[in-house]
């Protein structure tokens, strides 16, 4: 059994700065990309950043700039976010593509709030 063990998140003023840490742990052969994603209320959930096991990111345009995404090892991801907005508001779910036992499987951890308020 794969998880994904997401920490930090919170509550900051906006153009404050938060980081988020997720690490995979169980039966893993290797994990291809990891990224977060998010998801506000009432919208759907949507890309903020990915990492391929190679180095190379990938950002949506609304934190390119802002956010930094980093691979720590080969199950870890963190991700940076700087001058945060009141529209960064969202739960923040780490996701991972999982090689296991020969099959390649998504991922997703249960998600952290970050709020964005003053």
């Known amino acids: 059994q794969v998880q994904l063990l997401e920490s930090g998140g919170g509550l900051v003023q906006p153009g404050g700065a938060l980081g988020l840490s997720c690490v995979a742990s169980?039966?893993?052969?290797?994990?291809?990309?990891m990224g977060w994603y998010r998801q506000a209320p009432g919208k759907q959930r949507e890309l903020v950043a990915t990492?391929?096991?190679?180095?190379?990111s990938n950002y949506a345009d609304s934190v390119k700039g802002r956010f930094t995404i980093s691979r720590e090892n080969a199950r870890k991801v963190y991700l940076q976010m700087n001058s945060l907005k009141p529209e960064d508001t969202a739960v923040y779910y780490c996701?991972?593509?999982?090689?296991?036992?020969?099959?390649?499987?998504?991922?997703w951890g249960q998600g952290t709030q970050v709020s964005v308020s003053s």
């Open positions: 990492i391929i096991s190679g180095g190379s």
């Open positions: 169980g039966s893993i052969s290797s994990i291809t990309i």
């Open positions: 996701n991972a593509d999982v090689s296991s036992r020969g099959y390649v499987k998504t991922y």
